[in-house]
């Protein structure tokens, strides 16, 4: 196995493949180094590429109708387990520093199911993207519920040179998503908190905030009820979204839509 740039190659060490594919069973292992990945699924691996054509089309569909029909999309999600353990001492770490994404380590474990959904977690140790580095990242993705829901947790420690912990949760609802994203800084001092709706509308997305007054910058802020930020697929904005402080600090997006030569 050979990964070419035209100016570096790579090649990974000693690979150890197990693989059985039958009628019923697909089942695949393979250690190099500190990479251990375990893979398997119900159904031959024709079925499994098979599977992903209609999930994809169904998603499509969806998407271009504006609704999302989860318990449709759930239906035709593959039976499969994936298990994944590695280090940076491997072939596949080296590809990734190669296109700018290191880590010290990573541990998934993920679950998909025409009957349970998709659910499992993934944790992230030393990530780096280009000059940005995360010490932790934990992922969990839940269909325990009639909506999936996902949560989001990063985590700088104090010496690191931007400490903060920061979550967002959210779920997938019939016209789009919702998230809650919170930030602590270094003293445990939250910063940033706020709910948000996205919702698809025809050609484009809508945003508004809900619930709770949001924080920005350790303040709390007032919203107006008919807030809004759309964003159309013709590139055009529209707004109208008002943030005041208790002492007077104010936030506002607004749009002129009378304009349309703007």
Request: hydrophobic residues 35%; proline residues 3%; negative net charge.
């Amino acid at each position: 196995i050979t990964v070419s740039n035209g100016q570096k190659q790579l090649r990974p060490n000693d690979v150890v493949l197990d693989m059985l594919t039958n009628r019923d069973t697909t089942r695949a292992v393979v250690d190099c180094n500190d990479f251990h990945l375990n893979l398997h699924a119900s159904g031959g691996y024709e079925k499994l590429l098979r599977a992903l054509t209609p999930f994809i089309n169904e998603m499509r569909r969806q998407i271009d109708d504006k609704y999302l029909d989860q318990a449709r999309l759930r239906h035709r999600l593959p039976e499969l387990q994936l298990k994944l353990q590695t280090g940076e001492d491997n072939f596949v770490a080296q590809v990734m520093h190669h296109y700018g994404f290191d880590f010290h380590s990573i541990d998934m474990d993920i679950t998909s199911s025409p009957v349970s959904g998709l659910n499992g977690t993934a944790l992230g140790y030393g990530l780096i993207v280009d000059s940005m580095a995360i010490d932790t990242a934990r992922l969990n993705l839940s269909s325990a519920a009639k909506e999936m829901a996902y949560s989001l947790e990063l985590q700088n420690g104090k010496k690191s040179k931007l400490p903060f912990h920061a979550f967002l949760d959210g779920a997938f609802t019939e016209h789009g998503t919702w998230i809650k994203p919170r930030i602590y800084d270094a003293k445990g001092k939250l910063g940033v908190s706020m709910n948000l709706m996205a919702i698809m509308q025809n050609k484009g997305i809508g945003v508004h905030i809900f619930g709770d007054n949001p924080i920005l910058g350790y303040k709390e802020f007032a919203v107006n009820d008919s807030n809004y930020v759309y964003l159309g697929s013709d590139k055009r904005v529209s707004a109208n979204m008002k943030l005041t402080a208790k002492d007077g600090t104010g936030v506002q997006i607004f749009t002129d839509d009378s304009n349309t030569d703007a």
